[in-house]
């Protein structure tokens, strides 16, 4: 629905921000998950969904102060040391570089995922290099557990 590597635009960033509120209605979820400031793999668009998401959700909780049974919690994906190691040493060749990540909240294993996770780098293959996409396809076959963390209130991503 959104164009690759534009989210920053003004006018998407607009579309992106009501296409949660929307969702968030539809859904009404209690647990919202998304990318934490790093966008786990650094990609732009990771990071503004991510940034969009934890406006809107400030936003949807300010707004029901009030009624907590409203609130909604914001999860973060992010890399525990040891993901982060794994994780730099199968892209060490395509040149990513390190990043501090934040204390662990919740880890979702992402095991019976891993086709699905391959076909995404498939489908999205024009992001990568080709030395990237096969960091990516070691780095979650060896490490297949994401985490996430509940990013400090008050604060941006």
């Known amino acids: 629905e959104f164009p690759d590597l534009r989210l920053r635009d003004p006018d998407v960033t607009k579309d992106l921000r009501q296409y949660i509120r929307e969702l968030i209605q539809t859904v009404n979820p209690k647990t919202v998950y998304s990318f934490g ?19 809107v959700i400030q936003a949807h909780n300010n707004a029901y102060q009030q009624t ?14 040891q993901s982060k190691q794994i994780f730099q040493d199968c892209l060490k060749p395509s040149g990513i570089r390190n990043w501090r990540f934040p204390l662990t909240a919740v880890k979702i294993d992402l095991s019976p995922y891993l086709s699905k996770i391959t076909q995404a780098l498939n489908v999205y293959q024009s992001q990568w290099t080709s030395k990237e996409r096969a960091g990516f396809e070691d780095y979650y076959k060896r490490n ?7 990013p400090k209130v008050g604060t941006t991503t």
């Open 37 to 55: 400031p790093d966008g786990v793999s650094r990609h732009r668009d990771h990071i503004r969904i991510g940034e969009v998401t934890w406006e």
């Open 68 to 81: 907590p049974s409203k609130q909604i919690e914001l999860l973060q994906a992010q890399l525990s040391d």
């Open 144 to 150: 297949p557990v994401v985490e996430f963390i509940r």
